[in-house]
């Protein structure tokens, strides 16, 4: 069974950056989208950010620009780095994955019901 844990989450202030990580124990992230996702309260979970197992990004359009989304394959560990903080990306963030999909233009990356595998949250809290 896959699992998977993202982790890295903080209080930072507004302009501020941190660096969530996603973590596996098994080689999924070599063939297969990750998604990254963020929930704040009383709102929808909503999509933020996939990367193919090329290592091409997508990004929603309120992050793109200030958000980066990388891996590491060798440490089966997918990045995104979150710069120029606001308030607004106040929210938990979770990792996502899915089977036999390498490329998040393939499919609806940014529906929540298209993956199969998602990691427990990791709260960002940005403070003004």
């Known amino acids: 069974d896959v699992q998977l844990q993202a982790f890295g989450g903080g209080l930072v202030q507004t302009g501020g950056s941190l660096r969530l990580s996603c973590t596996t124990s098994?080689?999924?992230?070599?063939?297969?989208?990750v998604g990254w996702f963020r929930q704040a309260p009383g709102k929808e979970r909503e999509a933020v950010a996939c990367?193919?197992?090329?290592?091409?990004?997508d990004y929603a359009r309120s992050v793109k620009g200030r958000f980066t989304v990388s891996s590491d394959k060798a440490e089966n560990t997918v990045y995104l780095q979150m710069d120029s903080l606001k308030v607004d990306d106040t929210a938990v963030y979770y990792c996502?994955?899915?089977?036999?999909?390498?490329?998040?233009?393939?499919?609806?990356?940014?529906?929540?019901?298209?993956?199969?595998?998602w990691g427990q949250g990791t709260q960002v809290t940005v403070s003004s």
């Open positions: 996502a994955s899915l089977n036999d999909e390498g490329e998040c233009s393939a499919f609806d990356w940014d529906n929540q019901e298209e993956y199969d595998y």
């Open positions: 098994g080689a999924i992230f070599e063939e297969n989208a």
């Open positions: 990367i193919s197992a090329d290592d091409s990004p």
